[in-house]
């Protein structure tokens, strides 16, 4: 998949890291469709693989991490939009 969308503001809802951890891989690209609940980003935690789900209906309008990358809690991993 495609990795990061420039860091300009986008409109849309954020997929926050529900947990400190590191991206694995994205599972969408920039532009896919997407349905609430679809897996979004796989972010591993305490040696757990954990799929984020999309948390609404909308298009993919940034992926805001590469893989390997560190993330905090409540950090935007991605962003769907209309």
Do not use: H, S
């Amino acid at each position: 998949p495609e990795t990061v969308a420039p860091q300009e503001v986008v409109e849309g809802t954020p997929l926050l890291a529900p947990m400190p951890g590191t991206v694995v891989r994205y599972l969408v690209d920039l532009g896919d469709q997407v349905r609430a609940g679809d897996g979004v980003c796989v972010l591993e935690a305490m040696k757990m693989e954990n799929v984020l789900p999309a948390p609404e209906d909308g298009r993919v309008v940034a992926l805001n991490c590469r893989p390997g990358e560190k993330v905090q809690l409540n950090q935007t991993v991605a962003v769907i939009g209309t």
